[in-house]
């Protein structure tokens, strides 16, 4: 037997903002949102899925450095130019984490500067 990744526990700022960039980015749902201001967002099946959910949990802590974990997300519908368009739109911007520009990747932020990548593969 062996485990498997349920939820992404996030830390941040304003919770609700990144559920809602995030659900954007990757069609998600608002699954539930806690008293304390944490917001899980996940697939339309729920919780439980093949995909783990994520939590927005809120901090006052500031971000530093970059992040030891980070997301990388593939388009599924649109090829990598046209993805990265829609995800500057939805607010995403450029981030250098030391790439040389070589990289068939594009490294960006997420509206609190957490990174992630857009790959190059269309998945469907």
Known sequence: ?????????IPCRDPQRLAEFWCEVLG???????DD?????GPQEGFGGL???LIFSPTTEPKVGLLRLHFDVNATDRDQDAELERLLKLG???ADVGQ???EP???LADPE???FCLLRARLS
């Open 1 to 9: 037997m062996a485990s498997r990744i349920s939820e992404l526990i």
């Open 28 to 34: 998600f749902i608002v699954l539930d949102t806690e």
């Open 37 to 41: 201001g944490a917001v899980e967002v």
């Open 51 to 53: 995909q783990p959910t």
């Open 92 to 94: 995403a911007r450029p």
């Open 100 to 102: 040389t520009g070589e």
């Open 105 to 107: 990747w594009h490294v």
């Open 113 to 115: 500067g957490n990174e």
